[in-house]
Nanobody, 119 residues
């Protein structure tokens, strides 16, 4: 069983910064992708950023240049540094882990952490 535990959400003023963390535990393949998605009220869940176990990262268009994803493979932990936050970044942020299996990936989700950016 795989568990994802998120931390670091909260309330911040526009222009401020927050850092999210997500620690994974359990049976995790060494080839995996960890990332962050977000869902705002009335909107679909969208990719924020993802990073492979090899260190390749990709970002959603709306956060490029403001957010940075990183990971510590020894700790199975992924981080999301969010700078220059905007009110439209307000959402529940979910940690995601895709762990390699035969024929594809197992998909795991954290419980979500609220990020609120006030104007």
């Amino acid at each position: 069983q795989v568990q994802l535990v998120e931390s670091g959400g909260g309330l911040v003023q526009a222009g401020g910064s927050l850092r999210l963390s997500c620690a994974a535990s359990g049976s995790i393949h060494s080839t995996n992708v960890m990332g962050w998605y977000r869902q705002a009220p009335g909107k679909q869940r969208e990719l924020v950023a993802g990073i492979t176990s090899g260190g390749s990262a990709n970002y959603g268009d709306s956060v490029k240049g403001r957010f940075t994803i990183s990971r510590d493979n020894a700790k199975n932990t992924v981080y999301l540094q969010m700078n220059s936050l905007k009110p439209e970044d307000t959402a529940i942020y979910y940690c995601n882990l895709k762990s390699l299996k035969f024929g594809g990936y197992n998909d795991y989700w954290g419980q979500g952490t609220q990020v609120t950016v006030s104007s």
